[in-house]
Nanobody, 125 residues
Framework: QRQLVESGGGLVQPGGSLRLSCAAS????????IGWFRQAPGKEREGVAC????????NYAASEEGRFTISRDSAKDTVYLQMNSLKPEDTGNYFC??????????????????WGQGTQVTVSS
């Protein structure tokens, strides 16, 4: 059974940092584009960052550019989302997703086939 598991969420003050992790069981992340998505209460899910398979090209939502960094550790088969300079509006449930697209990774769904259960990030003083 193919599963994704996120970890690393928590409560952080504005201006702080968190690093989220996305690990897989039943398949290898290297073969997939990986996206990070956020869903805030009462809002639609939105893509924040993604990284393509093999080439490792990255793409960020405008509001996250320069603050968030997505990366892969192939040896650990894990994808990370480093989040710096966090703002209250970054609060939400963060999901990682795996998919494949011929045009590079996407900040919207489809093409993601596998989703994790999410990890909660709360930015508050």
């Amino acid at each position: 059974q193919r599963q994704l598991v996120e970890s690393g969420g928590g409560l952080v003050q504005p201006g702080g940092s968190l690093r989220l992790s996305c690990a897989a069981s039943g398949f290898t992340l290297d073969y997939y584009d990986i996206g990070w998505f956020r869903q805030a209460p009462g809002k639609e899910r939105e893509g924040v960052a993604c990284i393509s398979n093999f080439h490792g090209r990255t793409n960020y939502a405008a509001s996250e550019e320069g603050r968030f960094t997505i990366s892969r550790d192939s040896a650990k088969d894990t994808v990370y989302l480093q989040m710096n300079s966090l703002k209250p509006e970054d609060t939400g449930n963060y999901f990682c997703a795996a998919g494949q697209s011929p045009m590079g990774c996407k900040l919207s769904d489809p093409p993601y086939n596998y989703w994790g259960q999410g990890t909660q990030v709360t930015v508050s003083s």
